[in-house]
């Protein structure tokens, strides 16, 4: 049940057709957890509070560097040194002391996001290594956790939504093996634009939107590059040999 404040507030995205008020109330009922609050993390969270989420579930085991500030541009100097999850709760508070914020300032690893993902409508993956994603992946994949995947390195940006209670819906590992050796560059190494990791955390959140409020979402593997300012749809099906998803719905 929306608030006079609420009315106030939402009015712009109740004027949505798609959305509305009984969007709204469902938003408002749904937990997500974002996993990373780095360059990804920041613009999802910032704007998936602006939406109305519910409870937003923060996760990460960093604290700031002066290296972030770039791209992370919801912390400012004086949080350099903090840890990340604390500062964006405090942010979270300040914005809309309605929101309910959980933070885990712990790793995402195959044995803690069972207990990360307890009670989570949708999941965010934010994180910036493939190990983490795969660890994500499998665990959404179990658990039945609807997961929008960014990704953004140098110039480029990647998004896929992974649902895994949809037949025929592909997951991470579908797309690219867990147990082949890595060989892509981090950030660390190879650089990233701000704008670009910017843009796609911000797309993430726009998608969690979709999904929460039951709209369709767009098939397949979406990669933005930010040199040549193009966008590229890749058809992408479930493996049948995917070690992850292939037998997790058989009944
Ligand atoms: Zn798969």
Known sequence: MLSDQDFLRYGRQLLLPQWGEAGQNTLTRKRVVIIGLGGLGCPALQYLAGAGIGTLRLVDADTV?????????????????????????????????????????????????????????????????????????????????????????????????????????????????????????????AGVAGPVVGAVGTLQALLAIQLLLGLDTPAGLHRFDGLQFQWQRFALAKSPDCPVCANAFCE
């Open 65 to 189: 560097s002066l290296s972030n500030l770039p791209r992370q541009t919801l912390y400012g100097q004086q949080a350099v040194g903090r840890a990340k999850v604390e500062v964006a709760a405090e942010w979270l508070n300040r914005h809309n002391p309605a929101i309910s914020v959980e933070v885990e300032t712990r790793m995402a690893t195959a044995s803690t996001l069972p207990r990360l993902l307890a009670g989570a409508d949708l999941v965010l993956d934010c994180t910036d290594n493939l190990t983490t994603r795969h660890a994500i992946n499998a665990a959404c994949v179990k658990a039945g956790k609807p997961l929008v995947s960014g990704a953004a390195i140098g110039w480029q940006g990647q998004l896929l939504v992974i649902q895994p209670g949809v037949a025929d819906s592909p997951c991470f590992a579908c797309l690219s093996d867990p147990n082949e050796e890595s060989h892509s560059a981090s950030c660390a190494e």
